[in-house]
């Protein structure tokens, strides 16, 4: 079986001002803490394995899976690398697209290229009509990654997947655990 942690980043709680780009870095910081309480706590240090770690999430969810797994985010990536993250699954990532205010975000630079630094296996998935990751950001940042990768396109689905996608996107994780971790 698998050991599952969700962290809920109370995102309501902090600023939405997308330019200061306190949601990314808070996700990142927040992600490690909650691995580094886990991997010391007496009650679940002794049921997980550290070597087999993956970092996983929808939406800026992803965006912090990229990040912790090695994606250089806004040019750092020695600052928010977790070394321990051995396997990737974002799922409709923040990887970029036009802010409220007209400007273009690209927090793994221009290109994408800081995703070059990826070098864990990776299974992307993103649906083609989703209006706030884009396929048209996503797909091509995906891409990037150095390392096996796999990616699922999930036809005709939103950003927040219809019910029968959620459970194509739970077969995809199964088999690429399974083929990775097992």
Do not use: C
């Not at 999930?154 to 019910?163: K, N, S």
Request: aromatic fraction near 12%.
């Amino acid at each position: 079986g698998y050991i599952v942690a969700s962290v809920n980043y109370g995102d309501d709680r902090i600023s939405s001002n997308w330019n200061n780009h306190l949601h990314e870095n808070f996700r990142v910081y927040v992600a490690q803490e909650a691995l580094d309480f886990l991997l010391a706590h007496p009650d679940y240090k002794g049921h997980i394995d550290s070597s087999r770690i993956v970092a996983a999430g929808h939406s800026l969810g992803g965006f912090t899976s990229l990040a912790l797994a090695g994606g250089k985010y806004n040019g750092i990536t020695d600052v928010i690398k977790e070394p321990r993250v051995s396997a990737v699954i974002p799922s409709g990532p923040w990887t970029g697209g036009v802010l409220q205010d007209g400007t273009l975000s690209t927090p793994f630079g221009k290109d994408y290229a800081g995703l070059q630094n990826i070098s864990v296996p990776m299974l992307g998935l993103y649906g083609t009509k989703d209006e706030a990751t884009k396929p048209e950001y996503v797909l091509p940042a995906l891409a990037m990654t150095i390392g096996p990768r796999y990616i699922i396109v999930l036809v005709d689905q939103p950003h927040v997947y219809e019910a029968g996608s959620w459970q194509d996107q739970a077969n995809w994780i199964l088999l690429f655990l399974e083929a990775y971790f097992k």
